[in-house]
């Protein structure tokens, strides 16, 4: 097992050992401002702690200090939660039926409905499957056929795109696959990858923020035979943690209107829909399978006193190995899955902790970055059922080798490659099965990252051996840096309708950053552009 005791970071970790290699040396040479100094931190940190909580001076100087802090750059800061610690919501696996060939049906509908997330406050809005907010887990295993049958009962028109998977272009849920007020639209695929945490969310051309915002998000888990000695028993032992925020407009609604240039923050932050959450714990280790579904938050998911978690899986599936992380960094989109170790009866407090995104001070702060607050407590019983140690081996995945053409994708001011989104345009054509380098570069001043519908990508970096790379899908690209990634698509080919590229902050997305590519087989000709839509 190796040990890496830094925070893990994907792209930037705040260790030297995993940074991306430079691109360009006029952007890479721009040194980064120091940390902030320690007095900053303290004004945010320790009183946005929980444990203040009880003392209504402190919890009042707290948010009139953040609130401060915050005004500059758009970030509110997030407050202590006065509401008394509640039961972490588990959202429910959603239920799936077999047809007549055998194929896994699971339906959801998309509705809206009232939530209460603060005491006495009635929150509109919008959740899957029967909850007012999110949505249920989907379960599938690998080798299933399935069935995602999405009826749109909202006023607006709306899609469902299946964040991570490898699916067909047609049932990709991209903004090509509307399902208008009242209609039901229909995805089936074969699900042919490994075990991992995906999940899913609308992806409306221009509207995806608000949509995810309303609370249209839920997790899709894929299993596989993956060594049974993984705490598996959800809600048990394995335990979903959805990540966002939001603030909250005078009349009990969210504030969809105070973002800053990364994008939207709340003050608030839910798990599962959850404020100021706990955990009963009965085992002695709790498999995490954290989502960060803000729309521009980062957070470092963490112990208050950095004691170690056992990192098992990322975006795309599990690690090859274990690795004793200190932290784990996710920007919007990001997953990772950890296991922790819990002794009975003493509780544990896992927060964000504050962190380096390679930006400016400012920009940090505009991020979230700056910020530090609890997540969870976990409360263990005072007799735990043993659970067995995390195995040595995880995935056994062939890594990807590099073989085919670099792709150069540039970053910057909510563009890529100076191209904002058009729907009928094709960006890339990219053989199936195919294993690319995909070069990132950030010539912004802002934090962004990239996802790659249909992909399952590995971070290329000169310090972590082939055989240790992780599974990504999405990856962070900090300002003034470049990320490269073995990148593969495929093995479904369509050349008509395309999948997406683009930044997961949901502002940036919703702004046109973002290009479109289509996945072709030998001999297919790829359309040049795409019929039903005008340019512009
Ligand atoms: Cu999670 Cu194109 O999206
Ligand atoms: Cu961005």
Redesign the pocket.
Known sequence: MLEHSEVLTWAQPTSGSLRPRAYDADTSSRRRPPPPPAATLLVVSPLSRRRFLGATLAAAGAVAVSSVAGCANGNPGVRPSSAAPRPLAIPPLAPSTRDAAGRRVVELVAAPGTSSFLPGVATPTWGYGGLPFGGPTVRVARGDDVVLRVTNRLPETTTT?W?GASVPARADG?PHQPIAPGATWEASWRVDQPAATLWY?P?PHGQTERHVLRGLFGLFVIDDEVPAALPSTYGVDDVPLVLTDRSFAPDGSFDEQHRNSVGLLGDTVLVNGTVAPYLDVTTTRVRLRVLNASSARSYRVAFEDEAPLTLVGTDGGLLPAPRTVTGVVLTP?ERAEVVVDVTPGRRRVLRSLSHDLGAVNGVTRAAGADDSFDLLELRPADRLTASPPVPARLSRETPLAEGGRTRRFVLSNNRINGRAMDMSRIDEVVPASATEVWEFTNRHTLPHNM?V?DARMQVLDPDVPAGERAWKDTVAVPPSTTVRALVRVGPHTDPEVPY?L?C?LLRH?DDGMMLQFLVVGAGQRAATTIAGHDHG
């Open positions: 795109h964040h991209g969310h992806h989109g996802h519908h997406m683009h997961h997305e």
